[in-house]
């Protein structure tokens, strides 16, 4: 990278015009060149305690193979045969991409649906963290930008956090961070991030998805009647039915669901029948009334 400190000379005095900002990886060489448009020079040079520096009448030219130094601060110095002198500290950002990022719960176990939760972004050995920013994703959806508040120029560990409170839909979802160095304008094109592995969310939840077919239903006696219930939770939940036993009824399984089928039914089969889905978390409940046609509803008859 050249770096050119323009110094421009008048009877009163020296100015340098427009010193730029180097922006540069740690470990990688900077060159800058140190100017004056001074026609008679008494002395000019560089000041620094790393590198070479090359110097003739009109410039000074100091370079470093590898800058590693996170307080170098080279200085210009221009003393002219008339005027004062000019001394100008060049503006060098050092910077270094993160060893590693990772994200964890702060909390042990798995979540709740509903609960909150706090995730955290550790970032480790990064440089200037001033500069950095930290992004949390959802899958592919950014959910929040942390601006980091530091102004350590050296290399230091960081943490970022994020509170969220998990829906069902957020099971094996995977929120990762990703840290990046913004530069400024003489910093590269692009800015040097560095991206977490996924943190895989197990999110557990009652069964908000139970279902029953039917809450109440009337029926002419010596009819058929079937019942079915179905639960979604996590983990998956366990299904059965509470009823009143009795011979024309038969309980059955097929995928997901348990169904209850009453043939030719009668009054003995009326009464209450519940469906209740229960997990680690939690149970849910539904009941179905079975009313035969002709029969008061309050002789129905309530199991638990």
Known sequence: MLLRLDVKHSISQLSVMTPPEVVVKFGDPVAIN???????????????????????????????????????????YVYPDIGSPCIETASIILYQTPDLVSVSALEDGPMEAGSTYRLKCDIYNVAPAHNLSVKWYRDNTTLYTDHITTYDVTPRNVTSSLTITPLRSDHRSLFRCKAELHLGPRGPELPP????????????????????????????????????????????????????????????????????????????????????????????????????????????????
């Open 193 to 304: 991030t560095a991206a977490s592995a996924p943190f895989v969310a197990t999110v557990l939840c009652k069964c908000p998805q139970q279902r029953s077919v039917f809450s109440h239903t009337k029926l002419t006696p010596d009819r058929d009647v079937t019942f079915d219930c179905s639960a979604e939770g996590n983990p998956d939940p366990e299904i059965k039915w509470i009823y009143k036993p009795a011979h024309n009824l038969k309980e059955t399984t097929e995928g997901r669901q348990k169904i209850i089928t009453v043939t030719a039914a009668t009054s003995t089969n009326a009464g209450f029948y519940i469906c209740v889905a229960t997990n680690k978390v939690g149970n849910v409940t539904r009941t179905v009334t079975l009313v035969m046609r002709g029969m008061n509803t309050h002789s129905a008859e309530h199991f638990s």
């Open 34 to 76: 140190c100017s004056t448009a001074a026609t008679t020079t008494f002395r000019m040079g560089w000041e620094y305690s790393a590198g070479k520096a090359t110097v003739n009448n009109s410039y000074a030219f100091w370079k470093i193979d590898k800058l590693e130094d996170w307080t170098l601060q080279p200085i210009c």
